[in-house]
């Protein structure tokens, strides 16, 4: 299905109270008597702290309180995987992005004002800011309680490498490198606590995971999980960025409001946020392929080191999505590779949209085109002989037999739609007479959906269906703005057949339905859509209950909004079968559970089914260069991508447009350079993203092949359509200049080649 705005009606359950401003974010709630927090950040990266003065802060006007670590009466530190991040420094700074103390003032200004007068005396260390330097044996720990300054380490070993060297006609070696980056969502962390006189701290955020938050704060408290209550609000972007340190926010701000009785609001500037939230991470990724002179890959070593920057947070498992995809989505019989996440003092790497396969597929994409021009052999024609299929066992051992693999499919589909052959000869290839140089370029990948072998994967729902017929709806996915609930809406009005206008979304609470994992990875859709249909089964069962119990029958059955019998007779409609429900004592009400198909790993082997199911997708561009300048155009952007079904088609090309953008963005301009481990950019005016204008035509191309392993036969697109632009791109730039550029930000290279060509 070929995407034009307008074919499908678009539909959001908050769309009015967006659009008409009325949607209140966490920074337009207030509470009587609330005060407000400021943190107090580390000087430097590496540093002994031996002790923090703030005497002279208190004395400051509105100044309420100074904390610091001391203050903490739980844990001072928590993480996801490996506890080692501090709400607040104890003793040891590893970040300029370390918050010393947090100031809490009757007014946020008069609390940023103090802040100058804390005084931290420090020892400052030297920093270690290079991760293949951080794993030198003679190199000082930044966590010695690890034990080494690998965070993580993962490895494949499928076949017989050196085997597949002796049966290789060529040998190529590669290395590329790929950049630090922001999230760049609009609205930076806020967090409203307060301590309820129940006693429980009852926390508002902007946040993607309220269950981990929630552990953040159990944890910074001493208390337990009860008595945390975290409740979501609209949030102004994500994209991954709003887990750990969204959660350490919430923390800070419910430490202060615990320990004064009263409620605080800490709300971060654009500076703040970009100072301490956790990027993109960096890697360096160095390939040594092997193939036949009929353009079989033989075998394929690959070294990737990613900086983790100073603590852990989910690096071990990014990187285990680049080990799963180390070699794109093609068979290689013969597979070493080797993955570490490095703690170094750089600001910390995290979750960020894509997680751990953009790198990855700028990477392969191009190295796969490195190969095929090296034997002669068109790009094209080189994955079609190498490229997954049906049944194809990957490099972990996984057959590929439970779902339709449309890799070919999706990118015949672009390559189709972009008229890829007949615009290859117009490429330029820099010749040095043209104006313009003209090039186009493409990439394909599969990506593994949902958390796969790095966790336990599973969600619920929750139905509630009224008096009135009216119903009230809940999972454990949480909106991060991107329409999960619009989609779970759509999902259940499909299974009840009801109208959608019928269905309210409830107000998400952390105490009102369990955890069912982090919104990320692409599994809103597949988990929490599989929970309502699962929760949507049984409410269909108590409705068939309550009219058989009225009606002295059995065995009817309920489809599209009535109740038949046993012979295929209509008994009655919705409305009445919910009214005979609550005569005879039988609620419609339904808690719903997805467990996803269970999956395998064996960490010393790399081998194991790592995910349940997999998207299929292939990116074209087709842009100019200026010979000149180096300026890059983009003039037009083709995706088509497997997502099993099209729940909400409006908002699905909404997904395919944001991640085009943002693939773009960090293919071509997006960079976050440190000065001695600290960001340089602080604000919008000196981080490059992609503006409007910087856009060509889009076309998004759905292809929907629904997946047995679905209940409601979606699979997930948020973060596929991220990962092919850059090295579509790259491509694309190459068949434009003449020349490959293995590097992130790619508009940098590109510049650096047109001044050498000048001088």
């Known amino acids: 299905m070929k995407y034009k705005t307008g074919s499908n009606p678009a539909f959001r359950n908050d769309a009015y109270a967006k659009v008409t401003g009325i949607a209140k974010y966490t920074d337009d709630y207030s509470m009587p008597q609330m005060l407000h927090a400021a943190p107090v950040y580390a000087p430097v ?47 040891r700074i590893k970040s300029t992005g370390d918050v010393l103390a947090l100031i809490v003032a009757e007014s946020r200004e008069q609390a940023i004002a103090a802040i100058q007068f804390v005084q931290p005396v420090l020892e400052e260390l030297p920093g270690i800011f290079d991760p293949e330097t951080a794993m030198l044996p003679e190199t000082p720990l930044l966590h010695p309680e690890h034990g080494s300054n690998v965070c993580n380490y ?14 290789s006609d060529l040998i190529i070696e590669q290395t590329f490198s790929t950049s630090r980056a922001e999230h760049a969502y609009l609205e930076p962390e806020s967090a409203l606590c307060h301590l309820r006189p129940d006693g429980v701290m009852e926390v508002l955020g902007s946040m993607q995971h309220p269950f981990s938050t929630r552990r953040f704060v159990a944890s910074t408290l001493g208390l337990q999980l009860k008595d945390v209550e975290v409740k979501t609000v609209p949030m102004g972007g994500g994209f991954g960025g709003k887990d750990d340190t969204a959660a350490l926010v919430c923390a800070r701000a419910a430490l202060c409001a615990y320990l004064l009785k009263k409620p605080v609001k800490l709300t971060y500037t654009r500076e703040w946020s970009m100072r301490e939230s956790y990027k993109r991470h960096p890697y360096t990724i160095q390939y040594r392929m092997g193939l036949k002179n009929s353009g079989k890959i033989q075998f394929v070593k690959v070294r990737i080191v990613a900086d983790g920057g100073a603590y852990c947070s989910v690096t071990p498992w990014v990187t285990w999505r680049s080990t799963v995809q180390c070699c794109g989505c093609y068979e290689v019989p013969n ?79 672009v390559l189709k739609e972009v008229d890829y052959e007949a615009k290859l000869p117009q490429c330029s290839f820099g010749k040095p007479e043209s104006d313009e140089w003209y090039g186009i370029g493409y990439a394909i990948s599969y ?24 119903v009230l709806l809940e999972t454990g996915i949480h909106e991060n703005g991107q329409g999960s609930e619009s989609a779970m809406i759509l999902i259940l009005a499909e299974e009840l057949g009801i109208p959608k206008e019928l269905i309210r979304y409830r107000f998400p609470s952390t105490s009102n339905i369990p955890d069912g994992g982090t919104t990320v990875a692409s599994r809103g859709t597949l988990l929490g859509g599989g929970a309502t249909v699962k929760a949507a089964e049984i409410v269909k069962e108590r409705i068939c209950e309550g009219v058989e119990a009225a009606k002295g029958i059995k065995n009817c059955q309920y489809k599209d909004g009535k109740v038949y019998d046993v012979v295929g007779h209509e008994v009655d409609d919705y409305f009445t079968a919910i009214k005979l429900c609550y005569a005879n004592q039988i609620y419609p009400y339904a808690f719903g559970v997805f467990q996803a198909p269970r999956v395998s790993w064996d960490e010393h082997t790399g081998h194991g089914d790592a995910y349940f199911t997999w998207v299929y997708g292939c990116q074209a561009v087709e842009l100019m260069v200026n010979p000149k300048t180096g300026q890059i155009t983009l003039l037009n952007m ?31 301009y997006e960079d976050m350079p440190l000065d001695s481990g600290n960001p340089k950019p602080t604000n ?50 190459f068949r434009a200049t003449g020349k490959r550029f293995t590097s992130l930000p790619l508009a940098t290279g590109v510049q650096d080649f047109v001044k050498g060509l000048q001088q």
């Open 638 to 668: 083709v995706a088509a991508h497997d997502m099993g079904k099209a729940i909400n088609p409006a908002m699905l090309a909404g997904q395919f447009y944001g991640g085009m953008t943002m693939g773009a963005g960090y293919g071509l």
């Open 684 to 733: 919008y005016h000196n981080y490059r993203v992609l503006r409007s204008t910087d856009m060509p035509e889009m076309t998004a191309i759905f292809i929907e092949n629904p997946d047995p392993n679905s209940p409601s036969g979606a699979k997930g697109i948020g973060e596929p359509t991220l990962e092919l632009m850059a090295p579509a791109i790259a491509n694309a730039l």
């Open 447 to 470: 990506r593994g959906m949902s958390l796969g072998a790095e966790g336990t994967d599973f969600n619920s729902a929750i139905i509630n269906i009224q008096p009135d017929g009216s």
């Open 45 to 91: 990266a590496s540093a002994n702290v031996i002790s923090i003065d703030a005497e002279q802060a208190l004395l400051q006007p509105g100044v309420v309180a100074v904390f610091t670590a001391k203050d903490i009466p739980g844990n001072i530190k928590f993480g996801q995987i490996i506890k080692d991040y501090p709400p607040l420094v104890l003793d």
């Open 154 to 167: 993962h490895c494949v070993r499928t076949g017989d490498i050196e085997a597949g060297e002796k049966e």
């Open 335 to 413: 597979v070493h590779c080797d993955v570490y996440g490095v703690y170094t003092n750089n600001v910390f790497s995290g979750a960020f949209r894509g997680f751990g396969s953009p790198q990855v597929n700028f990477s392969i994409e191009q190295l796969v085109e490195i190969a095929a021009h090296k034997l002669g052999i068109s790009e094209s024609e080189f994955r079609r002989l190498n490229m997954v299929h049906q049944d194809s066992v990957t490099i972990t051992g996984q057959k590929l037999n439970t779902h339709t693999v449309s890799l070919k499919q999706a990118m015949d589909t």
